[in-house]
T-cell receptor, first 117, second 115 residues
């Protein structure tokens, strides 16, 4: 089954304690992204990756890091979490294929609810 | 940068009736893709419908259809014969055809379905 898997689903932590949210996809997709969702703001892109070892900043990258050492994995790292990073996080992947058969859609993980105290 | 605007934070519809959710976007690009995603209380993001900007024909998926007005930069979602399971947050999204990495989402519309 094609899927994007995020872990953990829920996480409560304290300010300054480093954490990593993992993301893995089994569709051999080139593109992967991280988003955060906040009430009234929709989803905002944090970082994205076009392929292994190729990453770039999205619209709200401050306080986050990512890495893409393998095609299937795209972890999100918070080196020193702060309360303003309390949010719902989504990982997503999509194919780079274009043309008539390409669906050009993103597949989302189930989300990670993060609370930073 | 592109922007996506959903001006209706919350809407209600009676079961079995029709409701239309609005979405407008701002872009200078000529080729792009538009999507509606549904987010039920489970928080999962579920693709409802998609539209390619180069296609004039409006997309349809069962009870869901769109009214795509490219010149007006409008992309509304119509839900016919509303069901209780349609209650969710709905997000409009834009994807550039020139930079596949860039997705822009609206702020969402919460749809309530009354029995």
């Amino acid at each position: 089954e094609a899927q994007v898997t995020q872990n953990p689903r829920y996480l409560i932590t304290v300010t300054g304690k480093k954490l990593t949210v993992t993301c893995s996809q089994n569709m051999n997709h080139e593109y992967m992204s991280w988003y955060r969702q906040d009430p009234g703001l929709g989803l905002r892109q944090i970082y994205y990756s076009m392929n292994v070892e190729v990453t770039d900043k999205g619209d709200v990258p401050e306080g986050y890091k990512v890495s893409r050492k393998e095609k299937r994995n795209f972890p999100l790292i918070l080196e020193s979490p702060s309360p303003n990073q309390t949010s719902l996080y989504f990982c997503a992947s999509s194919s780079s294929r274009t043309g008539i058969l390409a669906k050009n859609i993103q597949y989302f993980g189930a989300g990670t609810r993060l609370s930073v105290l | 940068a592109q922007t996506v605007t959903q001006s209706q934070p919350e809407m209600s519809v009676q079961e079995a009736e029709t409701v239309t959710l609005s979405c407008t976007y701002d872009t200078s690009e000529s080729d792009y893709y538009l999507f509606w995603y549904k987010q039920p209380p489970s928080r999962q993001m579920i693709l409802v419908i998609r539209q390619e900007a180069y296609k004039q024909q409006n997309a349809t998926e069962n009870r869901f259809s769109v009214n795509f007005q490219k010149a007006a930069k409008s992309f509304s979602l119509k839900i016919s014969d509303s069901q209780l399971g349609d209650a969710a947050m709905y997000f409009c999204a834009y994807r550039s055809a020139y930079n596949f990495n860039k997705f822009y989402f609206g702020s969402g519309t919460k749809l309530n379905v009354k029995p």
